[in-house]
Nanobody
């Protein structure tokens, strides 16, 4: 069993940066894939980024590639999402997830979820 707690969300102006953290409990976190998703009001939850258990292999959605960076520190059982050059359309609740099946871009493939953290980007 893994419990995930996100932090680091907030209000930022367009062009600014935020770093989200995802603190995980449980010894198995270091062996799990980790991902970030987001959900804006009235929209479906969408894939943002994911990385392998080692952090070496990473995946990004086209909307954030080049602006966001996913990373992890397995010694600290913590994952991160560095978000730069933020845009108003990045406004959403951001969720971290752990342990993916085959299709990492599909929310239904992930077993564990955090409660989410709000990111609001003003224009």
């Amino acid at each position: 069993q893994v419990q995930l707690v996100e932090s680091g969300g907030g209000l930022v102006q367009a062009g600014g940066s935020l770093r989200l953290s995802c603190a995980a409990s449980g010894r198995s976190f270091s062996t799990y894939t980790m991902g970030w998703f987001r959900q804006a009001p009235g929209k479906e939850r969408e894939f943002v980024a994911a990385n392998s258990w080692s952090g070496v292999i990473t995946y990004y959605s086209g909307a954030v590639k080049g602006r966001f960076t996913i990373s992890r520190d397995n010694a600290k059982n913590t994952g991160y999402l560095q978000m730069n050059s933020l845009k108003p359309e990045d406004t959403a609740v951001y969720y971290c997830a752990a342990l993916s099946g085959g299709n990492y871009a599909s929310p239904s493939e992930w077993r564990y979820w955090g409660q989410g953290t709000q990111v609001t980007v003003s224009s």
